[in-house]
């Protein structure tokens, strides 16, 4: 029993001993209350199987033992875990507490901001849903609503609201910020910012008032002045002229676009970037010495723009930040000063030219322009005008001079004339002076003040106006005394002058001519119309057509009132030639002229013209078949006398060789003579045609000038010719262009005197050929011109040569078959030169015949 005791002692008293070390190692209050109750409940345990029974042997109570230490263990492992988590909660939580007292802090200040000053906060969620509505709701209504806030027409104008909605409405779908000023409908001034912050959609309603209203007024003036500021640069950019502002370092701060043209760079920003000058060194240097002293540069200088030199008047003002100069492009300015003054020069010329008498003063009265016939006028010393008197100077001394009209109150008479240089309007006077002068005066004020006077002496014109008031009744008198009968029909068709050779004609009594018989009606009597003229002379002369015709001419339209001429034959054998035309004042002038004599005479005259037709060509068929038989012998006689000549049928002698030369010379002039009449017969009777060929006009010009070769060495006369090596050729007939040359040639050498020279030139100009032939002979008077190129038309007084007057009608008449013409210049003493041209293509293809 002791034994079973003594165990259950030891058993017990381990669990006690373990409990004591327990509580003296684990300390916290957790431990114990988690590790005491099972201790407690394990020392039951065993308690109860010791006291249960005695049979627990030693080994027993060993494993016992050994699970209460793993139970204790357990517990103990337990516990510290618990201890560990608990331990991290307690940081965690203490963290939170931080993080909210933290959130509750930056609340309150939000609170606290948000209710330092008047305003409402609105905001939008990522959904459609309510948006939150936070602030002082009084700014915008007196009920505090907070869905009456979005209400924008409640509380702000029509057009404010529409605006802030729109806004709005951009802010939510895009995210555009914007800031608006407005005033609301009660009088508050409101400023409407919204943006989007941490994906929500914010708008920021304030009342601007005290400071905040005078910073949004200088945000409005800020903006207008930028908006101003851009407005003036756009303008500046806009000029023709050069704007640029400089800095404090007097560098380019900002040009515009013509400055960046001047400078020869794409833009601005280059001009800027490269820092180019339009200025010169001396320039900016002055420039810089008066904006270091406060003034203002102005000069004009000599610059390159564009590459082109001109003339600037450049301004240069100093600003508190560094300078903005200007340059004006005055060179067109002073081209068209230089350009004005040579204008009123050559207007002073051409006003110093009129008759009419011109002076001009200024607003101060004073004489600055005068020409000669204002001078001349009034007789006046032209030193002592140039000292510009004034105008009542001037008067003085013409009323001193007895020169102006006569007036009984003289002063009130200049007062009244120099009051014009206070009207606007033109006034006119006419000045009768002594002598029996009268002169229209015209006083006309300028834009200047002054006036200019024009003073014309219209004494003539009186006179003139008077001789003609005497020859309107001459013209009366001299219509009567003509033989051609005129009548005058005015606009109205009715008859408004004749003469008695009208009368004659158509038998009228001339008082019938002024006034038509009274009407039934008593109406007074008028001047007969064109019917009543036309009913009684249908009488004489029934050819309706012309009666058709003249009524259209006096009473028709416009168009059909037309200048014409009609042969009248009357009933009575005799014939008029009636001729109409308008009048300038819309009348119409009839004539009619008795013809019958000179109609007897041209008959007279024609049959005799025909006589003298036939015989022209009878003469001609003659002269062509002299001609014809005179060539024959003159070549047997030619042919003999080179036979002759060459000494086959023996030697001559010097006298016989002498007078053979003679008769060559003859014959060959004879043969020329007859080959000159065989052609113009031959074109007479349109027989002649021309060879169209190519002619070189270098190997024509040289055979022409071979052939007077004789006659240039005989005569002591030198030959010029000029024609460039590439002429080329022309399409004629050489043999005609030849022939015309040598005729020229010939007829220049027979007019010049040994040692003078003649010219013969060639050259082309567009489309034609041209041939000059001139000489340094006696000339020819202009009477002789006229008839030059007339058949056998000479001019051989004073000179050695005498032709048959052939040469220059051959000339022309072959030049204008190849559709060319001829022109002669003759200066008496000087020479003549004579133009051939000749068209480069003939017209008619290869063969021309004369027309």
Not at 28 to 40: H, I
Not at 433 to 457: I, K, S
Not at 750 to 763: D, E, I, K, R
């Amino acid at each position: 029993m002791e034994s079973r005791h003594g165990f259950g002692r030891a058993l017990w008293g381990a669990p006690a001993r373990l409990r004591a070390r327990l509580r003296a190692s684990v300390s916290p209050a957790g431990l114990l209350g988690g590790s005491v109750p099972l201790l407690l409940g394990t020392q039951a345990v065993f308690a109860q199987s010791g006291f249960a029974g005695d049979m627990f042997n030693e080994t027993q109570g060993v494993i016992g033992f050994s699970a209460f230490v793993a139970l204790v263990i357990f517990s103990a492992s337990t516990a510290i875990l618990h201890l560990t988590g608990r331990r991290a909660w307690s940081q965690r939580e203490s963290r939170l507490v931080a993080d909210l007292t933290s959130a509750r802090a930056a609340l309150d200040r939000a609170n606290v901001f948000l209710s330092a000053e008047s305003q409402i906060v609105v905001a939008w969620g990522m959904s459609n849903g309510e948006p939150d509505i936070e602030g002082d709701l009084s700014i915008v209504m007196d009920v505090p609503v907070p869905r009456r806030v979005l209400g924008f027409g409640s509380w702000l104008p029509p057009e404010a609201a529409r605006n802030v909605e729109g806004c709005v409405e951009r802010l939510r779908a895009r995210g555009e910020s914007f800031r608006l000023s407005m005033a609301s409908l009660t009088g508050r001034q409101l400023e409407i910012e919204g943006r989007a912050v941490g994906g929500r959609a914010v708008m920021r309603i304030r009342d601007v008032s005290g400071d905040r209203l005078e910073l949004a007024r200088l945000r409005e003036r800020h903006i207008q002045a930028m908006m101003e500021l851009d407005s003036l640069q756009a303008m500046l950019d806009a000029l023709p002229s050069p704007a640029w502002m400089r800095d404090k370092q007097g560098q380019l701060a900002w040009t515009n676009a013509a400055y960046a043209r001047a400078v020869d760079v794409v833009d601005a920003r280059e001009a800027i970037a490269r820092n180019a000058e339009l200025l010169d060194t001396q320039a900016r240097e002055a420039a810089r010495q008066l904006r270091g002293a406060g003034s203002i540069w102005r000069s004009r200088v000599p610059a390159v723009v564009a590459g082109q030199r001109h003339v600037l008047d450049v301004t240069d003002v100093p600003t508190r930040g560094g300078s903005a100069g200007f340059a004006a492009d005055r060179t067109e300015i002073e081209a068209m000063r230089a350009d004005l003054s040579r204008q009123m020069e050559a207007n002073a010329r051409t006003l110093d030219q009129l008759a009419t008498a011109v002076a001009v003063f200024d607003r101060a009265k004073r004489l600055v322009f005068y020409n000669s016939a204002y001078r001349q006028l009034w007789g006046l010393d032209a030193g002592w005008l140039d000292q510009q008197p004034t105008d009542s100077e001037i008067l003085d001394r013409l009323r001193a001079e007895r020169k102006l009209p006569e007036q009984a109150d003289f002063r009130s008479w200049k007062a009244a004339l120099l009051a014009t240089y206070q009207s606007t309007e033109t006034v006119q006077h006419i000045w009768y002076l002594p002598r029996e002068r009268n002169l229209r005066v015209v006083v006309n004020p300028n834009a200047q003040g002054g006036v200019t006077y024009l003073f014309d002496d219209v004494t003539e014109r009186d006179q003139l106006e008077s001789q003609f008031n005497s020859l309107i009744g001459v013209q009366a008198e001299t219509l009567d005394a003509l033989k051609e009968g005129v009548a005058v029909f005015g606009s109205d068709g009715r008859l408004k002058l004749s003469n008695q050779a009208f009368a004659d004609l158509w038998q009228y009594d001339r008082a019938q001519l002024h006034v038509s018989p009274p009407n039934a009606s008593g109406t007074q009597p008028r001047p007969p119309h064109i019917d009543d003229i036309i009913a009684h002379c249908r009488d004489l002369c029934p050819d309706e057509s012309l009666w058709t015709t003249l009524r259209s001419a006096v009473a028709g339209l416009h168009d059909a009132r037309m200048r014409s001429e009609y042969r009248v034959q009357r009933q009575d054998g005799r014939v008029l030639d009636c001729a109409a035309a308008p009048l300038p004042d819309g009348a119409t002038l009839i004539t009619f002229l008795d013809v019958t004599a000179s109609i007897k005479v041209a008959r007279a005259l024609t049959e005799r013209n025909e006589a003298l037709v036939a015989t022209q060509e009878l003469r001609d068929n003659f002269v062509h078949h002299v001609s014809y038989e005179l060539r024959s012998p003159l070549n047997s006689l030619s042919g003999f006398v080179e036979l002759l000549a060459d000494g086959r049928t023996g030697p001559l002698n010097a006298k016989q060789g002498e007078y053979l030369g003679y008769i060559q010379k003859s014959s060959a002039a004879l043969i020329a003579i007859t080959d000159n009449i065989l052609d113009l017969a031959t074109i007479d009777a349109n027989t002649l045609e021309l060879s169209i060929s190519e002619v070189d006009i270098a190997k024509t010009i040289k055979a022409a000038s071979e052939g007077v070769q004789d006659r240039l060495a005989e005569e002591s006369i030198k030959l010029n010719v000029v024609a460039f090596d590439d002429i080329g050729s022309f399409e004629a007939d050489e043999a005609r262009v030849r022939q015309v040359l040598y005729n020229l040639l010939s007829n220049a050498i027979g007019f010049s005197a040994p040692g003078q020279s003649v010219t013969l030139a060639a050259f082309r100009r567009s489309d034609e050929i041209v041939f000059k032939v001139s000489d340094e002979g006696r000339g020819m008077p202009p009477e002789v011109l006229d008839r030059i190129f007339n058949r056998l038309e000479t001019n051989s007084i004073g000179a050695r040569h005498r032709g048959a007057g052939l040469g220059l009608s051959i000339v022309r008449s072959f030049v204008e078959l190849h559709g060319g013409r001829v022109q002669i210049e003759s200066v008496p003493g000087e020479g003549t030169v004579v133009t051939c041209f000749f068209p480069a293509r003939h017209s008619s293809g290869r063969v021309a015949k004369a027309s």
